[in-house]
């Protein structure tokens, strides 16, 4: 009986060692994973960080390009009001003489132009709702409030 007692000793010592390697194992391991997701959790709040930066840089410019859209499309708004008179006073001959050489067909066509990029940008909505409306010389330069 000694011999099956040893047996089952040296058995039961085989099964320890096992149960006490794969606990190891185990501890090794959930060890590995708490690291894997701990740095894939700050790799994520890095991201996260890096996307809030990203939309607010971009929050700040996209209110910069369209305050320079409608400062632009004040410009143009300017320069039509300048030149349509600079048109009719050349059409009536009230103060200026007939401009030479082909510039008077030089600045119809300048109005032209610029009157179809002013219609391109209303079509295009380029203002918002809460926007000023949009501004003659006149009003520019304070003659007209």
Do not use: C
């Not at 089952?8 to 096992?18: E, K, P, R, S």
């Not at 960080?49 to 700040?60: A, N, P, R, S, Y």
């Amino acid at each position: 009986m000694s011999n099956d007692t040893d047996v089952i000793a040296q058995q039961a010592i085989l099964n320890v060692n096992q149960l006490k390697s794969l606990a190891e194992k185990y501890q090794q391991e959930a060890q590995q994973y708490q690291q894997e997701s701990y740095d894939s959790n700050e790799q994520l709040r890095q991201a996260n960080e890096k996307i809030e930066q990203l939309t607010e840089e971009k929050d700040g410019l996209h209110d910069i390009l369209h305050y320079s859209i409608l400062e632009q499309d004040d410009h143009l708004s300017y320069a039509e009001d300048m030149l349509n008179t600079i048109s009719n006073m050349i059409e009536v001959q009230h103060s200026l003489p007939p401009l030479p050489n082909g510039k008077g067909q030089t600045l119809r066509e300048t109005l032209q132009v610029m009157k179809n990029i002013r219609e391109h940008n209303a079509s295009s909505h380029s203002r918002r709702p809460n926007d000023p409306p949009k501004k003659t010389m006149r009003q520019a330069l304070g003659f007209d409030e």
